[in-house]
């Protein structure tokens, strides 16, 4: 989708230049970001991205919400829609996810996480979108589960609820743990140890 900017014959793409906001935001953060940044991030005047989307703060509101929705269409991709039993599509996620921050793809964290840490406690309305993506996470980790129950690879007495809750507490803990630094063995042994909750209630 494009957009006509002040001046004649002049248009944007609101898709591209929203993953140029979140890119600005994604590397200095929300309160670190003035707007002269966000015009040069993003190639847009002023006037086009105040009449396009808001001030700042809804700016940053639409960035995050196209993060999400990418975040979760790449993981139900992975999970829900990919070859293999649950155990293995679980591992080869979280093997893309550390393959992804070895690389230094995310090597600013995950701009979910960032926002809980950084706006969580004094802005509701991002803390509410956060909250909101966890909670499509963990169905999405759950549906994975429930299906393996129902194809017989996992045990019926599997809390799957409680599992993917565990899975996407992990998940968030590794990708802050990753930022900092963490060697990519001790990450290892930490997905390790999520996956073996699954390898017990695996029927034989």
């Known amino acids: 989708m494009s957009v006509q900017m002040a001046g004649p014959q002049k248009q ?5 230049a929203l993953d140029r906001a ?3 935001f994604w590397r200095q953060g929300f309160e670190l970001t003035s707007v002269q940044d966000l015009v040069n991030g993003m190639g847009v005047n002023r006037a086009s991205l105040y009449d396009t989307f808001g001030n700042k703060s809804e700016l940053y509101k639409k960035a995050l919400q196209r993060y999400i ?3 979760l269409t790449k ?3 992975m999970l829900l ?3 293999g039993t649950a155990e293995q599509r679980l591992m080869n996620y979280f093997l893309g996810l550390n393959e992804q921050h070895k690389n230094g793809e995310h090597h600013f964290g995950c701009f979910l996480n960032n926002t809980a840490v950084e706006l969580g406690p004094h802005y509701p309305e991002f803390a509410q979108q956060v909250r909101s993506a966890w909670q499509a996470m963990e169905i999405i980790f759950c ?3 429930d299906e393996a129950v ?3 690879e996992l045990s019926k007495d599997l809390d799957t609820a409680a599992i ?3 899975i996407n507490m992990m998940l968030q803990g590794v990708s802050v743990m990753a930022k900092a630094g963490t060697p990519e063995q001790h990450l290892g042994q930490i997905i390790g140890t999520v996956m073996s909750l699954l390898h017990t209630h695996k029927v034989n």
């Open 69 to 71: 929705e990418q975040a």
């Open 12 to 16: 944007f793409d609101i898709d591209a």
């Open 81 to 83: 829609n990919s070859e």
């Open 75 to 77: 993981t139900r991709d």
């Open 164 to 166: 993917a809750a565990t």
């Open 22 to 24: 979140l890119a600005v």
């Open 143 to 145: 549906r994975l589960l």
């Open 150 to 152: 129902a194809k017989g």
